[in-house]
């Protein structure tokens, strides 16, 4: 079955597909936030956390994109499943434990040392991590992207 689409020739690799859908996480988290806040705010297009992940959308987006290209049975779908699960453990976990705590020594700061302008104006970067929702909405995200992507092009059904 062929598209209509053009597509690109890398529209099968798994690295393109995971960035793709990375990459537009990540914008669409930017339009929402300008929609919101009434402004744009470009470095929403680089920070980390929000709903929902990128990094998961990425991470099962590539696994996907390598279980339909290599088999879901393939060690290299295996290898690729366990990296996702622990990027996503990590921003869910790790990530979002430093930013609990980047939170709380904001407050020390602001409560403590606001005589200090130049310690009050070094806050540290709070949204760090990710709640399990907004990981999990991320993982969803990436493997419907995926199907759709593969679909769309005729690389499925």
Known sequence: MSSPIVWLPLSRNPLYIAVLCGFLVQALKFVTSSFREKRFNFRRLVETGGMPSSHSAGVAALSTAVGLRAGFGSVLFAVTVYF????MYDAAGLRRAAGRQATLLNRLIDSHYRHDKH???MKLLELLGHTPLEV???????????????YLGGHLG
């Open 119 to 121: 310690l009050v104006e």
């Open 84 to 87: 996702s699960l622990i990027v």
């Open 136 to 150: 999990l909405a991320g993982a969803v995200v990436g493997v419907l992207f995926t199907l759709g992507w593969m």
